[in-house]
């Protein structure tokens, strides 16, 4: 693979560039882009199906002029491209009559984010990096003969970040992380499930490749022969990882100060320091969490990125808001904003996390005589202005001592109705998506559809 980009040209001379561009125009600029190397093997069943590597260049670039603002975007980062680049974000500011003019960030101090990247990741071989995939399959086989593991993936991700602006602010940074999967089946007379696991990891040796075989293997075993559920309401345990992540997500996307601002959230301005959900719940925004993938020093606009808390026990304490929504609402300035590959900027979280309680997975289990275990949602099923939910679902049905695992079945309700009634958070903890951490948590009484 060959040398990044950026240790070819500089930012400097992308700065010096635009800013030569903007001049001419008497016109305020930002930018934003990244450098990425990818590498991917797989395998299907126990054969090597590809290995690849790749590399993506992106720029997306804002003019602001009065109380306008132009976006482009460009994957060539020549001076031609990026003066072409330039000259459409001018046009788009020209004959749009879009009033969403943020700030510019100044004088900003960043983080330092060596921690963030490995300099020996770059050390291993891409027949090094098939090994490791080998060993998830043969971590998935090695479990039962009823197993057949349908794909093993290693990917890793190489990046540096780079950002500028008429302010004569500059940054710039380097990051890797890598993820490992495994999508495993089984298969026992007329009954098949399937699974999947996952680890993620900024360093190939905090990851336990034949473990994530394993994983899957275990779960798909444990989902053999499901039954469909009697259709009334059950206390519901949310597992962590998959389904307590699905729900923090959406309720995340509630709390999009974009969202809000165009009435596209059921939440509202004046939710804000109101105890609007459960005492037992709190989330976190952190842009600086190592396991988390969404973490960076700087935001889509180049203000230093800060950990913000979205709810502390129970109270709506902040949203996610850019420099433009921040004014609009007239609100904190969470520093949120984050660019779209297609060229557009928007509102997003950067890691989320949910606090763990204090009682083990064990006992929210046997709080109830009979509990539904959701570890995994699927499907579409939200309603942003309104909160509710139906979401396909598989899990478990404990009773007795007994536990049954589930297929075929909707969880519904309303999202603020849910975490309002969380009554216990469990003391575990699993990454979803590389950018969710969170606890399982119980809540009492959720309308659960089957037979």
Same mark, same amino acid.
């Given at each position: 693979?060959?040398?990044?980009?950026?240790?070819?040209?500089?930012?400097?001379?992308?700065?010096?560039?635009?800013?030569? =561009?903007?001049? +001419?125009?008497?016109?305020?600029? *930002? !930018?934003?882009? %990244?450098?990425? /190397?990818?590498? &991917?093997? #797989?395998?299907?069943?126990?054969?090597?199906?590809?290995?690849?590597?790749?590399?993506?260049?992106?720029?997306?670039?804002?003019?602001?002029?009065?109380?306008?603002?132009?976006?482009?975007?460009?994957?060539?980062?020549?001076?031609?491209?990026?003066?072409?680049?330039?000259?459409?974000?001018?046009?788009?500011?020209?004959?749009?009559?879009?009033?969403?003019?943020? =700030?510019?960030? +100044?004088?900003?101090?960043?983080? *330092? !984010?060596?921690? %963030?990247?490995? /300099?020996?990741? &770059?050390? #291993?071989?891409?027949?090094?990096?098939?090994?490791?995939?080998?060993?998830?399959?043969?971590?998935?086989?090695?479990?039962?003969?009823?197993?057949?593991?349908?794909?093993?993936?290693?990917?890793?991700?190489?990046?540096?970040?780079?950002?500028?602006?008429?302010?004569?602010?500059?940054?710039?940074?380097?990051?890797?992380?890598?993820?490992?999967?495994?999508?495993?089946?089984?298969?026992?007379?007329?009954?098949?499930?399937?699974?999947?696991?996952?680890?993620?990891?900024?360093?190939?040796?905090?990851?336990?490749?034949?473990?994530?075989?394993?994983?899957?293997?275990?779960?798909?075993?444990?989902?053999?022969?499901?039954?469909?559920?009697?259709?009334?309401?059950?206390?519901?345990?949310?597992?962590?990882?998959?389904?307590?992540?699905?729900?923090?997500?959406?309720?995340?996307?509630?709390?999009?100060?974009?969202?809000?601002?165009?009435?596209?959230?059921?939440?509202?301005?004046?939710?804000?320091?109101?105890?609007?959900?459960?005492?037992?719940?709190?989330?976190?925004?952190?842009?600086?969490?190592?396991?988390?993938?969404?973490?960076?020093?700087?935001?889509?606009?180049?203000?230093?990125?800060?950990?913000?808390?979205?709810?502390?026990?129970?109270?709506?304490?902040?949203?996610?808001?850019?420099?433009?929504?921040?004014?609009?609402?007239?609100?904190?300035?969470?520093?949120?904003?984050?660019?779209?590959?297609?060229?557009?900027?928007?509102?997003?979280?950067?890691?989320?996390?949910?606090?763990?309680?204090?009682?083990?997975?064990?006992?929210?289990?046997?709080?109830?005589?009979?509990?539904?275990?959701?570890?995994?949602?699927?499907?579409?099923?939200?309603?942003?202005?309104?909160?509710?939910?139906?979401?396909?679902?598989?899990?478990?049905?404990?009773?007795?001592?007994?536990?049954?695992?589930?297929?075929?079945?909707?969880?519904?309700?309303?999202?603020?109705?849910?975490?309002?009634?969380?009554?216990?958070?469990?003391?575990?903890?699993?990454?979803?998506?590389?950018?969710?951490?969170?606890?399982?948590?119980?809540?009492?009484?959720?309308?659960?559809?089957?037979?």
């Amino acid at each position: 693979m060959t040398k990044f980009f950026m240790e070819q040209v500089k930012t400097h001379q992308i700065y010096e560039w635009i800013k030569s =561009f903007a001049q +001419k125009d008497s016109v305020d600029f *930002d !930018f934003h882009g %990244f450098c990425l /190397e990818q590498s &991917k093997v #797989l395998f299907e069943k126990q054969d090597l199906k590809n290995c690849t590597c790749s590399e993506l260049k992106h720029l997306n670039l804002r003019v602001l002029k009065g109380d306008r603002a132009g976006t482009s975007y460009t994957k060539d980062f020549s001076k031609k491209s990026l003066e072409d680049c330039y000259q459409r974000a001018v046009d788009s500011l020209n004959f749009s009559d879009k009033k969403e003019r943020g =700030f510019l960030s +100044k004088n900003e101090s960043y983080k *330092d !984010f060596s921690p %963030f990247y490995d /300099e020996g990741f &770059k050390n #291993l071989t891409i027949e090094d990096k098939i090994k490791k995939a080998e060993e998830i399959t043969k971590g998935s086989l090695g479990i039962d003969k009823r197993i057949q593991p349908v794909y093993s993936s290693v990917k890793d991700f190489n990046t540096e970040n780079f950002f500028g602006n008429s302010e004569g602010s500059q940054s710039f940074y380097k990051a890797n992380y890598i993820m490992a999967s495994c999508y495993s089946l089984a298969i026992q007379e007329n009954s098949r499930s399937e699974s999947d696991s996952e680890s993620f990891a900024r360093n190939y040796d905090n990851i336990d490749f034949k473990k994530v075989g394993q994983e899957a293997a275990l779960k798909a075993l444990n989902k053999l022969n499901a039954i469909v559920p009697e259709t009334k309401r059950y206390p519901v345990i949310f597992k962590a990882g998959p389904a307590a992540g699905e729900l923090l997500l959406f309720l995340a996307n509630l709390m999009n100060g974009k969202a809000v601002f165009e009435g596209a959230s059921c939440l509202k301005k004046d939710s804000l320091s109101n105890r609007l959900f459960s005492k037992e719940f709190s989330l976190y925004d952190d842009p600086f969490s190592l396991w988390g993938f969404g973490s960076s020093p700087f935001d889509g606009e180049g203000f230093a990125s800060e950990k913000t808390t979205l709810v502390e026990k129970g109270v709506l304490e902040n949203y996610l808001t850019d420099s433009f929504f921040s004014k609009a609402l007239k609100i904190p300035h969470t520093r949120k904003a984050f660019w779209n590959e297609g060229g557009s900027l928007n509102i997003s979280t950067t890691n989320l996390l949910m606090p763990e309680g204090k009682t083990s997975f064990e006992y929210l289990v046997k709080e109830f005589p009979k509990v539904i275990i959701i570890d995994s949602l699927k499907g579409a099923g939200y309603n942003p202005t309104s909160g509710d939910f139906s979401k396909e679902a598989i899990g478990f049905l404990c009773e007795g001592g007994e536990k049954t695992p589930l297929h075929q079945f909707t969880v519904s309700g309303n999202i603020k109705d849910l975490f309002s009634n969380i009554l216990k958070v469990g003391a575990d903890n699993e990454i979803y998506a590389g950018r969710v951490k969170t606890p399982s948590f119980l809540v009492p009484d959720l309308m659960i559809a089957g037979k």
